[in-house]
């Protein structure tokens, strides 16, 4: 190996023009050779990050897809588990969601009714009582979600 001194001294000396002929000869072409293979292995590189940019770009849209499709399953879920609570509600107190108001006045009213803790035993007191409660709790917040009043 030559000597990194001389290395550069003959690099000098070609910028210079001052080395012999014989020397600038011997020299030249390996350098030539060599300056080309730079170029070569640079323009590949080149285009090596070129791709890997389309490929990021690519990957990051998709990314951004996914993401928004995500999203949108989520508030799906979110509707659809609104909806099964809202539905539950109704089915607590045995109506269906598309019940009019009308039958929702009279089914309450119905409820209040047969299911009145004063109508039953005094030992099934404590559980009617719940009961009775729990189903005009379900009942205000249908009115609630209905806007009704009474």
Known sequence: MIDARVTEAVRD?????????????????????AARCLRVERDDLASR??????????????????????ERLRRELDCRQVKADHDGLYRGV????????FVLIAARKAHRFDAHPDRVTPRLKE?????????????????QMRGLKG
């Open 13 to 33: 000396g070609l910028r210079r023009g001052a080395l012999p002929r014989y020397l600038q000869s011997i020299v030249a072409p390996d350098i030539a050779l």
């Open 49 to 70: 990050i070129e791709a890997m940019d389309r490929e990021t770009t690519k990957l990051r849209r998709e990314l951004d897809h996914a993401r928004r499709e995500t």
């Open 94 to 101: 045995g109506l269906d969601p598309d019940a009019p108001d």
């Open 127 to 143: 559980e009617a009582h719940r009961r009775f409660v729990r189903a005009e709790e379900i009942f205000a917040q249908i009115w």
